[in-house]
């Protein structure tokens, strides 16, 4: 009988955990359960176009259908929705960003996920409303809702402890892995960015970024889009808002807010909007990054019985129910990785 150990239960492993509950394989989660970290204090934005140079996100398509179909799954079972389809309105900042938009809006790729109509923005509330589109199959998961619920579920099984596991706590004999006197046959390490620290690990090349989310009151006149330019903004059901993010790859504190960072994106959030915005909260975590890669994942070259999840980077909420999936396919069923997300591939 296979069991599976999972360290860390950030979106990486809370996924893989309700993959192994949905085939009947017995599995325990350890987590720290820190009060913040990267997957509780993520936004959970779902966006097809993105960043700077304004493309569809990789392979969107398909991990936005597994996405979808996961989230609304596991709501059913713990009678709580999670998952929430917004559209999404980009607005354009400057005439180089317009200029570039102009040409991208042609592309093939672009087509399923563009708006038809304009955003009709109220010019009450934002300025410069008209320079923008709509996207279609845009969505944002509660992160820390469907964290806790699933912890809770969990450790209703048993199959929940909380924590700090440390490298040398865990055994590789070659027949099975050993932890606090119980045998597993595979260990999956899903600890986000602290895994450059892993000693098995340590040659994969993390590239890290530490990022800040505003929580924020302002009166938006009902409006409930996900809104961007320079900063995105997030409305929530509960009144608030959430603004974000920044990406800082060198820094000292993981937690611990810059107030030069929250400075810079509470100008962002003020030249997005007109309605006075004020800031209740700022938290910090890191996301983890791996250079050149969108994720990795599989087993260590040395010990098959260790396996890695990470590099989820700011798309975990995204593309964690695919990649979880399919490794738990790998390591039960010996289907092949994806070659582009392979550790023993990609990993050096």
Wanted: with cysteine; net charge positive.
């Amino acid at each position: 009988m296979q069991t599976i150990l999972i360290i860390g239960q950030g979106l990486a492993g809370t996924a893989l955990a309700w993959h192994l509950w949905e085939r009947g394989v017995p599995f325990l989660v350890v987590d720290r359960d820190e009060p913040v970290t990267c997957s509780k204090v993520a936004a959970g934005l779902i966006t097809p176009i993105t960043g700077m140079r304004l493309t569809v996100s990789w392979r969107y398509t398909m991990f936005y259908r597994e996405a979808l179909i996961f989230y609304r799954r596991c709501g059913q079972r713990l009678g709580q929705r999670f998952f929430f389809p917004r559209g999404y309105v980009r607005l354009l900042k400057s005439e180089a960003e317009m200029a570039k938009w102009q040409k991208r809006r042609c592309d093939p790729d672009m087509q399923p996920f563009l708006h038809p109509q304009p955003p009709k923005l109220d010019a009450e509330v934002i300025h410069s409303p008209e320079n923008g589109f709509q996207q279609r199959h845009a969505a944002w998961l509660d992160t820390p809702a469907y964290l806790r619920a699933s912890r809770d579920f969990f450790a209703s099984l048993d199959a929940w402890v909380k924590a700090d596991v440390q490298p040398a706590d865990v055994r590789d004999d070659g027949t099975g892995v050993e932890w606090q006197g119980r045998r597993f046959s595979h260990v999956i390490w899903a600890q986000g960015w602290s895994a450059e620290k892993h000693p098995l690990f340590s040659w994969v090349p993390f590239q890290s970024a530490r990022g800040t989310i505003l929580t924020v009151q302002a009166e938006m006149q009902g409006e409930r889009r996900i809104l961007n330019r320079s900063c995105w903004l997030l409305p929530r059901p509960d009144g608030s808002l959430r603004a974000g993010s920044t990406y800082e790859w060198k820094f000292e504190d993981a937690n611990i807010p810059d107030p030069a960072q929250v400075a810079q994106l509470e100008a962002n959030l003020h030249s997005l909007l007109k309605v006075p915005a004020a800031i209740t909260a700022a938290q910090t975590a890191v996301r983890p990054i791996i250079k050149n890669q969108q994720a990795l994942m599989g087993t260590h070259p040395s010990h098959p019985r260790v396996a890695f999840l990470n590099g989820l980077g700011s798309k975990g909420s995204l593309r964690s129910p695919w990649l979880a999936r399919h490794l738990i396919e790998h390591l039960l069923d010996a289907k092949p990785l994806d070659p582009e997300l392979d550790l023993q591939r990609n990993g050096v």
